[in-house]
């Protein structure tokens, strides 16, 4: 069963960058679509972004797009997201996770059947 460690998360001014990290192990790495979701709080979670399995094709929120930038390295069994120009609007926790169920829309949280623990970002205004 694969596990999901993610990593990078903290406080940083508005207008800055951060860099997330989620370290997969126990699985097949290079075959997973694997995204990116957060959640605020009183928020329900929402999708962020998404890269498949080949690594060159991904799809971002409206929110983020321009900003945030997903990607994957395979022989490290890691995908990053590397986050500038950040709002207040973007403090939530950060979940990987992968994605199990393809009957379910790519882009939405019950697509995905393994989580990560989540990393807190804090964006300071």
């Known amino acids: 069963q694969v596990q999901l460690v993610e990593s990078g998360g903290g406080l940083v001014q508005a207008g800055g960058s951060l860099t997330l990290s989620c370290a997969a192990s126990g699985g097949t790495f290079s075959s997973y679509t694997m995204g990116w979701f957060r959640q605020a709080p009183g928020k329900e979670r929402e999708f962020v972004a998404t890269i498949l399995a080949n690594g060159g094709t991904t799809y971002y929120a409206d929110s983020v797009k321009g900003r945030f930038t997903i990607s994957r390295d395979a022989a490290k069994g890691t995908v990053y997201l590397q986050m500038n120009s950040l709002k207040s609007e973007d403090t939530a926790i950060y979940y990987c996770?992968?994605?199990?169920?393809?009957?379910?829309?790519?882009?939405?949280?019950?697509?995905?059947?393994?989580w990560g623990q989540g990393t807190q970002v804090t964006v300071s205004s």
């Open positions: 996770a992968v994605r199990t169920r393809l009957t379910y829309n790519l882009q939405t949280a019950p697509s995905y059947g393994v």
